[in-house]
């Protein structure tokens, strides 16, 4: 946890941006795995942590912005609890570690959000995602429970969103000590890239350097050969030669500040030929979009340039002809490169997505295509200093995607479709690093992992 004026300063932060009335914050509650006393690991709310910190189940947080107080609101635990969890510190020795003095019950937030609704006292809140907290807001502000989006705070959401993007110091630094774990799981991950090991091997060797080393992986591992499926999280296939392994991976720590990060290697550790040449052009995309990467200039440029790039580079190695800039611009790339360059990475590893896409990503001067491809890109609005953003450029040779194109001849001027039927065999490649927006510039965050020809065989050797 960050100091207690850390969290003091946030929230008073955001009673500056809001005027009149309360903001709720429901914190996460435990969720059944398969029965109600067999749960998922414990992940708190993401802005329930940013605004108090506390990292259990059943907490409440209000910030009453007419009388200037800081509330939390969770049970103490009863002799029961102590029998099987052991003693916990109260709520009250708890709320102080985050600067808040004023505790209760969990009957004593039914009072208070009672007693707001009666006054007509307006109660700001954000779109609730988990089933439980759905149900738990829906019977506590007496609003159907498909009535909550619509009842959402916008300017709580814009204001979390603005505080939220622009990261701390303290923030980048727990960012950066992930992306060092994440290098540990990268590089152990290479060195196992051998013919004959089975993916789950290599996925759970590095899912447990995550959990040995801070909290646990921050998605889901995306390990395969066939890398041609972007969040591919079967893990079931056994290395051969000739195939690239994509190792999408990265953990959060205890205050759940997260790594993105991916690699692609060819198993064995000696790029061929064909590796090679598509591995440079996608390296190439990754090296220009970073280094272009400076406040005030919008990401959704930044994303054409990669796919310029990758155009550029596809037309020099003959699967792709005409014009590069042309064929980005109508969006022939989107054959090899269907998905956004990157997404903001925080506390949450596609930071603020649930509070809408849209709102977090764009605005009135950069909105939303909706093309195939450039769709997909999650954040299109101009960097601001103080942003962490994931560059991850990839190209990918997706069989049913390529039959559908040629079959329909699509942007046959820009597309050698008869060099692209040999690369059917291909698999993937995507790279990916998580990048600080500086006030003139830019920096790649953490120890860095291999990532040129070079230094990846060099470590697979
Ligand atoms: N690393 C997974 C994603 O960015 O969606
Ligand atoms: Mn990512």
Redesign the pocket.
């Known amino acids: 946890m960050f100091p207690a004026s850390v969290y003091t300063t946030r929230r008073n932060k955001l009673r500056h941006e809001l005027s009149g009335g309360l903001i709720l914050f429901l914190g996460n509650q435990e969720v059944p795995f398969n029965y109600p006393a067999n749960t998922y690991s414990f992940r708190q709310d993401s802005n329930f942590s940013y605004f108090f910190g506390l990292d259990h189940p059943d907490l409440a947080g209000i910030i009453d912005l007419d009388e200037d107080k800081d509330f939390i609101f969770g049970n103490d635990v009863d002799i029961d609890d102590i029998i099987w969890m052991g003693v916990q510190p109260t709520i009250k020795d708890q709320a102080l570690k985050v600067g808040v003095m004023n505790t209760a019950p969990l009957t004593g937030l039914n009072e208070m959000i009672t007693s707001a609704v009666a006054g007509k006292r307006r109660i700001h809140f954000v779109p609730p995602y988990r089933g439980e907290t759905i149900l738990w807001m829906s019977d506590l502000l007496g609003i159907h429970h498909l009535e909550l989006k619509a009842n959402s705070s916008e300017p709580l959401i814009r204001a979390i969103i603005r505080m939220r993007m622009q990261k701390e110091p303290q923030e980048v630094a727990e960012i950066e000590k992930m992306v060092d774990v994440a290098w540990m799981m990268h590089t152990t991950g290479m060195k196992m890239a051998k013919p004959g090991v089975v993916e789950r091997e290599i996925a759970g060797k590095i899912e447990g350097i995550a959990l040995s080393n801070c909290g646990p992986v921050s ?1 889901p591992v ?1 390990l395969s050969i066939n890398g041609q499926t972007l ?1 591919n999280h079967y893990h079931g296939n056994t290395l051969v030669e000739g195939r690239m392994l994509v190792i ?1 991976a990265g953990c959060e720590n205890d205050l759940h500040y997260s790594s ?1 990060i ?1 690699r692609t290697v060819p198993v064995g550790g000696k790029f061929n030929a064909r590796q090679k040449g598509i591995y440079e052009v996608v390296l190439n995309a990754n090296l220009a979009a970073t280094r272009a990467v400076k406040p005030g200039v919008p990401f959704r440029d930044i994303h054409m340039l990669a796919a310029t790039e990758i155009a550029k580079g596809l037309t020099s190695l003959g699967i792709m002809k005409g014009d590069p800039a042309e064929a980005a611009l109508k969006g022939a790339h989107t054959l090899f490169f269907p998905h956004g360059l990157g ?1 903001p990475l925080g506390l949450d ?2 930071d603020l997505e649930g509070l809408g896409e849209n709102l977090i990503g764009y605005d009135e001067e950069v909105q939303r295509s909706k093309e195939f491809g450039l769709a997909f890109l999650r954040f299109g609005r101009k960097l601001q200093e103080g942003f962490v953003m ?1 560059i ?1 450029p990839g190209i990918y040779f997706i069989p049913e995607l390529i039959d559908i194109w040629k079959a329909g001849n699509k942007l046959s001027e820009f597309i050698n479709y008869e060099l692209v039927e040999t690369y059917k065999d291909f698999g993937g490649i995507r790279i990916e690093d998580d990048v600080l927006v500086t006030a003139d510039g830019y920096r790649v965050l953490g120890k860095p992992i291999p990532k040129t020809v070079a230094e990846i065989e060099d470590l697979m050797s």
């Open positions: 998605f995306i969040h999408d993105d991916t997404h590893v596609h994931t991850e």
